[in-house]
């Protein structure tokens, strides 16, 4: 675990607070309110606990740093991850139904509706009703969407690199353990 991991960063924002109430505490006594420095929250460490060795601590964790690092590379911090492997599926299965969609990328009804609803306003996709049978909905790219998709797949292509660069030769056994959670843990 690097100093920067998760358990420095829980550590200093325990401490932090530790730090600024005992800072705010003397400063009501002494004169005027003080924050604590950003130095001193960021040395001190947060104890995790059990957490540390919690496999879904870290994945969301690892998650949560891939989904930043891809926001901050696209430049898109409304469209993330989630959103460019929903244009993926959609481009790659077009007429896809909106439950097959959902399955496909591991979301529930309660957030496939607004993460469609979302690519829908910002019109990358549209809803169309199938030829065969008219109560059911196919997703479908827009020429926009296409286009927002091509772009992406560019970043995708460069954050996937640095992943593969920190994973290294194990990146087929990495990914293989993980399908291995998604696919028993349900």
């Not at 439950?99 to 009804?109: E, M, P, Y």
Request: net charge positive; proline share 3%.
């Amino acid at each position: 675990m690097t100093k920067d991991g998760p358990q420095a960063r829980a550590r200093a924002a325990r401490d932090g607070r530790r730090a600024s109430k005992r800072m705010t505490d003397k400063a009501k006594s002494s004169g005027p309110k003080v924050r604590a420095a950003k130095s001193v929250a960021a040395a001190a460490p947060v104890d995790l606990g059990n957490l540390e060795s919690y496999i879904g601590f870290h994945l969301r964790v690892a998650q949560d740093a891939s989904f930043r690092a891809f926001a901050r590379e696209t430049g898109q911090h409304g469209i993330k991850p989630g959103r460019f492997a929903a244009l993926m599926v959609i481009a790659r299965n077009p007429g896809i139904s909106q439950v097959a969609l959902g399955q496909t990328i591991a979301r529930d009804k309660s957030s496939i509706t607004p993460l469609i609803q979302d690519l829908q306003r910002l019109g990358l996709i549209e809803r169309r009703n199938a030829a065969d049978d008219r109560r059911r909905v196919e997703l479908c790219l827009t020429a926009a969407g296409e286009k927002h998709l091509e772009r992406l797949r560019r970043f995708a292509g460069e954050h996937d690199a640095k992943l593969d660069a920190i994973v290294g030769a194990k990146k087929d056994e990495f990914l293989d353990l993980l399908r291995k959670i998604a696919n028993e843990i349900d």
